[in-house]
């Protein structure tokens, strides 16, 4: 498989991830971006915030809508390593997102090109742009390495 450069967005993202691991939760990351300045950036941690919303998109979302005072994310992108779950996907659109980047596909609890496909739902409020695959092979190796060291 061909790994093209990580634009630098996706780095900080797999960077959150590892953090993430670190913390013995599922290594998935994110970061919000508005106008290439990044605003925020968020990683998994429903074990340790005994929260299961805690996801890496939700935490990324709500610090980013902190900084701008505004619960409408309008012009933002959102950076992410997996493939998000129907509850972030939910998120997005009320966030109001403009464009989604997300690393690996998540066959079993995605929700966007997989599962629910919130997105296509005529009920979803919002659409935004998505780019998958970007970052796919490096996100997908740190996902396969933390579960393979747990089994």
Known sequence: ?????????????????????????????????????????????????????????????????????????????????????AMCAGAIAHARIARLYYGASDPKGGAVENGARVFEHPQCLHRPEVYAGIGEAESADLLRGFFRERR
């Open 1 to 85: 498989m061909t790994r093209w450069p990580l634009p630098e967005y996706m780095a900080l993202a797999l960077a959150q991830a590892r953090e993430a691991a670190q913390a013995g939760e599922v290594p998935i990351g994110a970061v919000v971006v508005k106008e290439g300045r990044v605003l925020a950036q968020g990683r998994n941690g429903p074990r340790e915030r005994h929260d299961p919303t805690s996801h890496a998109e939700i935490e990324a979302i709500r610090a980013a809508a902190r900084i701008l005072g505004n619960e409408r994310l309008e012009g933002c992108e959102l950076w992410v390593t997996l493939e998000p779950c």
